[in-house]
T-cell receptor, first 115, second 117 residues
Framework: AQKVTQAQTEISVVEKEDVTLDCVYETRDTTYYLFWYKQPPSGELVFLIRRNSFDEQNEISGRYSWNFQKSTSSFNFTITASQVVDSAVYFCALLNTGTASKLTFGTGTRLQVTL | GAGVSQTPSNKVTEKGKYVELRCDPISGHTALYWYRQSLGQGPEFLIYFQGTGAADDSGLPNDRFFAVRPEGSVSTLKIQRTERGDSAVYLC???????????????FGPGTRLTVL
């Protein structure tokens, strides 16, 4: 069985602070894919990034960066110099080749960025 | 291009009624997925279509739920004899390829908020 845990239910930061959202996953597969999605108040899930289990290279995209560590089964997401527009619920998700087509989501982390 | 669209955006119905929720995927996407998101939770998988056929319907909670995709594009999720516990946001997603075990990135629509009174 696969499982995604996002232990942080809600985080509040002041604009320009850095913030890291944690994601821990469980899977028995050796090949799998990890995703981050953003859900703003409008409700639509917006795709942010995808990593496969063979690629542990960390990635930076503008103010966003992702730290994938297989040794700890974690795929954490950092926003640098947060902005009010970053306020949303962020979901980590897992897709493994054994049950391909089904994304398994965590319960999400609500990020509130204030002025 | 246009993203995934879903109609209606909101649906309020009474317990016991029948409802239909529609999803229009990204043009050219072969795979289509339905998820259900309850308040404060992550989306949960319901069903996956590869073309016109349901490749995996293991997430449908019971036989009151049914989905079709007759022409391989638009899909309709149908719920019979609605119950208050069916209240949730129903999300649709699509992805480019139609492989039986697709590992493509899934792109989501804005969802339909269903409220059963």
């Amino acid at each position: 069985a696969q499982k995604v845990t996002q232990a942080q239910t809600e985080i509040s930061v002041v604009e320009k602070e850095d913030v890291t959202l944690d994601c821990v996953y469980e899977t028995r597969d050796t090949t799998y894919y990890l995703f981050w999605y953003k859900q703003p108040p409008s409700g639509e899930l917006v795709f942010l990034i995808r990593r496969n289990s063979f690629d542990e290279q960390n990635e930076i995209s503008g103010r966003y960066s992702w730290n994938f560590q297989k040794s700890t089964s974690s795929f954490n997401f950092t926003i640098t110099a947060s902005q009010v527009v970053d306020s949303a619920v962020y979901f980590c998700a897992l897709l493994n080749t054994g049950t391909a087509s089904k994304l398994t989501f965590g319960t999400g982390t609500r990020l509130q960025v204030t002025l | 291009g246009a993203g995934v669209s879903q109609t209606p955006s909101n649906k309020v119905t009474e317990k016991g009624k029948y409802v239909e929720l529609r999803c229009d995927p990204i043009s050219g996407h072969t795979a289509l997925y339905w998820y259900r998101q309850s308040l404060g939770q992550g989306p949960e998988f319901l069903i996956y279509f590869q073309g016109t056929g349901a490749a995996d319907d293991s997430g449908l909670p019971n036989d009151r739920f049914f989905a079709v995709r007759p022409e391989g594009s638009v899909s309709t999720l149908k719920i019979q004899r609605t119950e208050r516990g069916d209240s949730a946001v129903y999300l649709c997603a699509s992805s480019p390829t139609g492989a039986r075990r697709s590992t493509d990135t899934q792109y989501f629509g804005p969802g339909t908020r269903l409220t059963v009174l």
